[in-house]
């Protein structure tokens, strides 16, 4: 009997466990666990598997725990509810561009002398407030027209630097059957991007502090003759490409233009990922696309860019994680060569070029590169969103441009920090 009222017992118990609920594994005492909020861009998915593997030998002992999702479309959500309720990663992944958003919080730890020793000098300033840096850049995208190299020289064209010279291509292409522009304008952050392209050659040239004197009052879109060309400007690039643009995503976009659908690209290095993956070794470059007073440069944007709690219960943790992976050449090398993208560090040489390195080399030694932090930090990604989504509305022929510049105006206290 007693037999059986301990089997019952045994049986009891493996019933009510059955019932319970999971239970996080619990980190064993010699281990800690770090939560990390990544944004990503669409090259990055699967970069936290390498750095996971690093710190297997690095950083024995750290576990990253990896929340990751859409930049573009859910990063500053989530950044947001975070602060709200008390719960600041440890570590944040995110762009150049947050530091001016969320170190004012007070949430974000000034990054040490140490740390800001792997990376070059330029990469600063772009992630610093008030004199000291709350964000360490890892790697870059360069923006600006992309072109088939092959089809530009079947057809004897040159990269304009004029406006003029831009139109002269197009119907040089037009009249040979060819499409002139690839596009995707299904995403926001599309419209947002090349948007900011364009008014970094022809709106932020000319008045560097133009985000802020708009947030001043001093300035605004419906009187911005400038910034109402750069949104016709979005539209001509349509117009200019396929009929069902407003239809397709980036990775149809990057597919056709691989297999010389479209001439040029008003795009990113985030392309060349697919574009490489779908026909390595194409014969693209990139140039400006032309402002109006010839004087446009490529524009380069920080991509990763890794920021510290300053409420972390365990920073000396974060400081090995970080050392880790900004000292490993190998894992930059591992990354850069996924992503397709420019490296930020001080003391590392890329193994393999990329396919526009020509062009970006030669934009650097002339000096015709901006750093599109400069516009991005006036006027904060969340503000440039919506006025993308309200431009996308108006290239659907729902809303005229009057209530678009309407609509930026009349939000004109969210577009910074």
Known sequence: MRGAVAAVSVLLCVALAACAPPRRPAVPAHRVRLSVLAGQSTTDPGIEVMIDDLLKSKAPGVELEWERMDWGEK?????????????????????????????????????????????RDSAVAGVSVS?????????????????????????????????????????????????????????????????????????????????????????????????????LDVRQVLQWSWKDALNIDFTESDQRFASGKAAMYVTGSWSLQAI??????????????????????LIFEPNMTFMESSRSSRPDAVQRVLTAIFESNDLASEILDFTKTSSMLRNFTQDAPLLIQTDIDRAQKTGMVADATVGNTQLIWSFQDRVARELGQWLQG????????????????????
């Open 75 to 119: 990063f500053q959500s989530a950044m947001q509810a975070k602060f709200a309720a008390g719960e600041v990663p440890d570590i944040m992944i995110g762009k150049a561009q947050d530091v001016a958003t969320y170190a004012p919080t007070g949430n974000l730890a000034a990054i040490s002398a140490d740390l800001l020793r792997y990376v």
């Open 131 to 231: 004199g000291r840096a709350y964000g360490i850049p890892y790697n870059a995208f360069y923006q600006g027209v992309f072109y088939n190299k092959d089809i530009f020289a079947t057809h004897d064209l040159h990269p304009p630097t004029s406006r003029a010279g831009l139109l002269r291509i197009v119907h040089e292409l037009q009249a040979a059957g060819i499409t002139p522009f690839a596009s995707h304008f299904t995403e926001s952050w599309y419209l947002g991007n090349i948007v900011m392209q364009f008014a970094l050659g022809d709106v932020f040239s000319r008045t560097p502090a133009w985000g802020t004197e708009f947030r001043a009052g001093r300035v605004s879109f419906q009187g911005s003759a400038d910034f109402r060309q750069c949104f």
């Open 276 to 297: 490489d993956g779908q026909k390595p070794h194409i014969n693209v470059g990139v140039f400006p696309w032309p402002n109006r007073n010839g004087t446009a440069k």
């Open 398 to 417: 729902k809303i005229d441009l009057e209530e678009v510049v309407r609509d930026a105006d009349a939000n004109r206290s969210l577009s910074g920090p």
